[in-house]
């Protein structure tokens, strides 16, 4: 005979129910801990990236530290560099800013070693792309370039993916561009110019620099509350239920 509608639940589904609680229970305070953790290592970001870059700038790694580079020891590093721009190499990447969508302008500097280093000279509009259109901003000569020391950004985008074949450049992928313009001896790494490197140019269209974002969207604290309050709803609520049949159930035991 089947239990009349409003009947306690079995015991065995009262024990399903809180260990399924409980699974559920455990994934948001984990997810909760997690986004924790990613607030320390996040400030830890904040602080490093603030010390470097606002620190004094200090020489370029050179090829004997190459191989030791790493985006947690020396990304957003104040770096210095001399050398002459190989204006006829230069690369245009797609790029958004805070003056709106146009390109990073990437030029190989030749050291006085023989080595390259990619500096991105920064920012110009889509009606700029051309070099021809922007001769009066190249720098000839012997310059002295300081900035940011980036970390090489390989294959492209999430949505869009470097195609060299039709030099459409979505991220500044340091070996396919060099591998593309036929450069070799090239650094691991490229520098984003400040905005007093193309103080040398010869007139008012060189690329603008100075615009690497250095600040960092930080929100899991919030994240964090909010899975340890969904945990909490979640413990209140299971164990409400849970109650309530266990009244029931005494209820209608004899």
Known sequence: M????????????????GIAAALVFAVLAALGT????????????????????H???????????????????????????????????????????????????LTPLQLPDGALVLVNRGFVPTDRRDPATRKSGEIAGETTVTGLLRITEPGGTL???ND?????WYSRDVAAIAAARGLTD???????????SNAMADGPDSPVGGLTVITFH?????????????????AGGTAHVIRQEWRARRATTP
């Open 159 to 161: 949505l869009r993916s």
């Open 186 to 196: 090239v650094a691991p790494y490229f520098i984003d110019a400040d905005a007093t």
């Open 34 to 53: 997690w986004q924790l953790e990613r607030r320390a290592w996040k400030l830890g970001l904040i602080e490093r990236v603030n010390t470097r870059a």
């Open 2 to 17: 089947e239990p009349a509608t409003g009947s306690p639940r079995s015991l065995v589904s009262l024990i399903s129910l």
């Open 218 to 234: 930080n929100n899991h604290l919030i994240y964090a509350i909010t899975w340890y309050g969904l945990a909490l709803m979640l």
């Open 55 to 105: 620190a004094p700038s200090t020489a370029a790694p050179g090829r004997e530290e190459w191989p030791l580079i790493t985006a947690a020891d020396y990304e957003y590093r104040h770096v210095r560099v001399r050398g002459v721009f190989l204006n006829d190499r230069e690369t245009q990447v797609a790029a958004s800013t805070e003056l709106g969508p146009g390109y990073w302008v």
């Open 164 to 168: 060299p074949s039709t030099d459409r």
